[in-house]
């Protein structure tokens, strides 16, 4: 009689309040605005007990749908969440993101690189579906080839963004 009660209890036990992965998953979309351009992205977010990991994928609406210019935009966001109340909450994050500019111009290296890291805070609110706003400054590091020269062109600039996000959460 105990070992099929243990048997049920063991087997229902996950089912009982969290599991032993207590990890939340979301997705999410958003808006985001950088002095190169306006970008749509795509992001996945894994939340373990307060550190979020994101990644995100994306492009630059102006560079790529009107100027015919592919513009994409990937990256990494790890973030510490302070919970306030049930629905609010603010987040420092650290943001790492490289995108590629094609100008078509020389043909023959028309690629231009940047690799961002930003500092930035984050205020989110919302339970299941939740509203962030997210802005953030750091240092950018661009290259491109240089035909006439026959090398690589570095510039180092400041970056800043502000971005209006949408997550859902699993």
Known sequence: MFRKLAFLVLLFLPLLGKSQDSAIYSV???????????????????MKKNLSHEVFIGFGIN????????????????????????????????????????TKVPEKHPLIHTTESFAAFRMMAGNRNRFAITGGIGP??????????????????????????????F
């Open 63 to 102: 560079k790529t749908i009107f100027q015919k210019q592919g513009n994409p935009n990937i990256g990494y966001d790890l973030s510490y969440r302070f919970k306030l109340t049930d629905w609010f909450s603010i987040s420092p994050m650290i943001r790492l993101s490289y995108s590629l500019l094609n």
């Open 140 to 169: 950018a590091i661009e290259w491109k080839y240089d035909a006439y020269l026959g090398r690589k062109n570095h510039f180092f600039i400041w970056n800043y963004f502000a971005e209006i996000s949408y997550y859902y959460e």
């Open 28 to 46: 999410g979309a958003d808006l985001n605005y950088h002095p190169q351009d306006f970008f749509f992205r795509v992001r996945g977010q894994l």
